[in-house]
């Protein structure tokens, strides 16, 4: 028997058992194992029946064994596989029809989502009433950068070759003017397109126009890139007061340490030393004890230092050369890139025991060029 | 399955209640008309007949098939009795 089901049972007086079970089924190649084992086949179409009648005798099935091609096709043809199989053809056969991916090829100043959008907004995405010729016109009339374009269906995307027309940059420039950046007078105007908004010689502030992205061809105006190498001078002043006689506050050398060690911002050590001084400079540091996070001691060191005020008499003519020198430093820290200085200079003003002094330095700054796209 | 007996009968009128017996070259045995397995082991195999019992012994033995009141043995068949 090449198909049928075979049964491994166990029970006391096997003989009586088979011949009951004779008395219904048919069995086949039986086997006695042991004293009490035995095999039998029955046909597929008997299995169920003999085992219900089996567990009504009250014999144990050890096993229950599957034979020929049949087993074999039903696990070939599972009830789970076969459903998996038909309902994975049918949404094949649903989706097989359908557009389900675009692909944008050689677009540059193009958007892509912006081609996908307009062929999904404007075609059907069932391939087969798709016409890519008429995706292909309507893609060019659509954008007049494009100078050649195809457009073919593979499997369920739909691709679109694209080349774009070489345009110049004037049609897709950024229309935006040259503004400056500084307050300044410029030196040197070098156009390249764009209609210049000032002359050489004018003062100009930082956010004024310099060149316009446009040119006015006889009534139209046509737009252009702006685009100039513009040199200024940009000036950078800044003031200072100095007093001949004036009451300066000096550190007399005496001072007082406070120490205080904390972990997690507990303190742990703390030196409490009183100040005593009328006028004093409080400096604190603070630092690590250890450099883990493991045990984050910090220590604060709070320095009291004793100052005193003390009357200086000093003429402007001894104090020039500082006041000159701390100038320059603040402006140099104001200014950014000050690369090519030309000229400084200052002016004075005389008031009651005081004098300011206006400092000023001359940088040439360069706006645009020739190099910029 | 094709019943030898069973259509010898039917044409020549034999009583259904007899048994009989086919030797085929001592590997399988054909038993009909019994009334059920008492014994059943590879050297033994034994079955109720109407009349008394047959035993049937030899080496490897096996049932081919049973059915209500026919057998099929297999194996080497060494002695047939019948008691």
Redesign the interface.
């Known amino acids: 028997m090449k198909n049928g089901v075979q049964f491994k049972i166990k029970g006391l007086n096997?003989?009586k058992n088979?011949?009951i079970l004779?008395?219904t089924f048919?069995?086949?190649?039986?086997?006695?194992l042991s004293k009490n084992m035995?095999t039998?086949k029955v046909s597929l179409l008997h299995a169920k029946k003999v085992r219900k009648k089996l567990k009504d005798l009250s014999v144990e099935i050890l096993e229950e064994r599957r034979l020929g091609i049949f087993p074999v096709l039903a696990r070939i043809f599972h009830p789970c596989i076969i459903s998996a199989v038909i309902f994975s053809l049918l949404l094949i056969l649903a989706q097989s029809p359908f557009i389900l991916q675009y692909e944008v090829i050689g677009e540059e100043s193009l958007s892509k989502s912006e081609i996908v959008s307009f062929v999904k907004n404007n075609f059907s995405s069932n391939k087969y009433k798709l016409s890519t010729k008429s995706v292909q016109t309507a893609l060019y009339k659509e954008y007049e950068e494009i100078s050649f374009v195809s457009v073919i269906v593979r499997g369920q995307t739909l691709v679109i070759n694209i080349k774009e027309k070489l345009l110049p940059d004037e049609i897709y420039g950024d229309f935006t003017p040259i503004v400056s950046e500084y307050d300044g007078k410029i030196t040197e105007i070098n156009l390249i397109s764009g209609s210049m908004a000032v002359k050489v010689g004018d003062y100009v502030r930082a956010g004024d126009v310099l060149v316009n992205p446009y040119y006015m061809d006889g009534d139209v105006r046509r737009e252009v890139r702006a685009n100039a190498e513009i040199k200024m001078e940009v000036y950078h002043t800044v003031s200072l007061t100095h007093y001949e006689d004036r009451t300066e506050r000096v550190r007399t050398g005496r001072s007082v340490e406070n120490v205080e060690i904390s972990l997690f911002d507990l303190p742990i050590y703390t030196t409490i030393n009183e100040v005593d001084y009328e006028l004093f400079e409080e400096v604190v540091k603070e630092s690590d004890l250890i450099l883990n996070n493991l045990l984050p001691l910090k220590m604060r060191q709070t320095t009291y230092y004793e100052l005193e005020e003390v009357e200086v008499h000093e003429t402007f003519a001894e104090a020039q050369n500082r006041l000159i020198q701390e100038a320059r430093e603040k402006i140099l820290e104001n200014a950014e890139n000050c690369d090519i200085i030309l000229n400084e200079h200052f002016t004075l003003e005389d008031g009651e025991g005081c004098t300011t002094m206006t400092y000023t330095i001359v940088e040439e700054k360069t706006i645009g060029g020739l190099d910029e796209n | 399955?094709f019943n030898f007996f069973g259509e010898l009968k039917r044409d020549i009128g034999v009583k259904v209640d007899e048994f009989h017996i086919i030797n085929i070259s001592n590997k399988l045995l054909y038993v009909e008309g019994h009334k059920?397995?008492?014994?059943?082991?590879?050297t033994l195999v034994a079955f109720k007949v109407k009349s008394g019992r047959v035993e049937v012994e030899g080496e490897g033995l096996?049932?081919?098939?049973?059915?209500?009141n026919t057998a099929k043995i297999s194996g080497t068949i060494k002695r047939v009795e019948s008691f």
């Not at chain 1, 048919?26 to 086997?31: A, C, E, G, K, R």
């Not at chain 2, 059920?36 to 590879?42: I, V």
């Open positions: 096997q003989e088979l011949n004779s008395k048919s069995l086949h190649d039986i086997v006695r035995a039998f | 399955m059920g397995l008492t014994a059943l082991s590879s096996y049932l081919k098939e049973l059915t209500e």
